[in-house]
């Protein structure tokens, strides 16, 4: 089916270090888009990807759009205290007005 | 702001009970998503409204789940005969282009 599997689930990082989640899937893909979830809130859009092999930075975020339409990965450098949340990839079957299929989430957690 | 807002933004209801969820997008905004996040789980899609198009329903669980979209603008999310299995975050998104959509914070649901 449509599913994304997001990995890992969660991860326990020492404050500065490097992060680094993906998502894969068996089915094409057009639009990868990355969003971050902080407790008691809706989804806040990180990063969106629209071609393959589309590289994409946002601060110390950086994410790909997989040449085989099927993965993404999202990367952080540095990592600081704010950015403790939970991460969801999110892909697009068709590109436009069309619903998103989620991943499971990572859940990313830092020790200051 | 200028963001989507959603209300109530926490409801109890008894089982049996019908509950309404509000959404407020942005304006100009054409396209309206309502997806369900149940405890630690990903985003699941619901339905979606684009324009004066049919709204895309594929998403809806079962027939106790209904939505609408008065006037182009806001949405009521409505679930009939509630069940304990109901309970979860109802989030909102809308969107311009389509690819790109903005989340409101969420309606918790809770079944008793």
Same mark, same amino acid.
């Given at each position: 089916?449509?599913?994304? !599997? ?10 500065? =270090?490097?992060?680094?989640? !993906? ?17 008691? =809130?809706?989804?806040? /859009? ?7 092999? =589309? /590289?994409?930075?946002?601060?110390? /975020? ?45 859940? /990313?957690?830092?020790?200051? | 702001?200028? %963001? @989507? ?6 409801k @109890?209801? $008894?089982?049996?009970?019908?509950v $309404? ?18 405890? %630690?789980? %990903?985003? $699941? ?12 329903? *594929? ?8 939505? $609408? ?17 109901d309970s979860a @975050?109802y ?5 311009? *282009? ?5 989340? %409101?914070?969420?309606t918790r649901l809770t @079944?008793?």
């Amino acid at each position: 089916g449509q599913q994304l !599997n997001q990995s890992p689930q969660s991860m326990f990082i020492q404050e500065g =270090e490097d992060v680094s989640m !993906n998502c894969t899937s068996s089915s094409i893909f057009n639009t990868w888009l990355w969003y971050k979830q902080d407790p008691g =809130e809706g989804p806040v /859009l990180l990063i969106a990807l629209y071609k393959a092999g =589309e /590289l994409t930075s946002n601060g110390r /975020l950086t994410a790909q759009f997989g040449i085989t339409r099927k993965d993404s990965f999202l990367n952080i450098s540095a990592s600081i205290p704010s950015d403790v949340g939970i991460y969801f990839c999110a892909g697009q079957l068709v590109q436009g007005a069309q619903k998103l299929v989620f991943g499971q989430g990572t859940r /990313l957690t830092i020790n200051p | 702001g200028a %963001g @989507v807002s959603q209300s109530p933004s926490n409801k @109890v209801t $008894e089982k049996g009970k019908d509950v $309404e969820l509000r959404c407020d997008p942005i304006s100009g905004h054409t396209a309206l998503y309502w997806y369900r996040q149940s405890l %630690g789980q %990903g985003l $699941e899609f619901l339905i979606y409204f684009q324009g004066n198009s049919a709204p895309d329903k *594929s998403g809806l669980p079962s027939d106790r789940f209904s939505a $609408e979209r008065t006037g182009g603008s806001v949405s009521t999310l409505t679930i009939q005969r509630t069940q304990q299995e109901d309970s979860a @975050v109802y989030l909102c998104a809308s969107s311009s *282009s389509g690819s790109e959509q903005f989340f %409101g914070p969420g309606t918790r649901l809770t @079944v008793l």
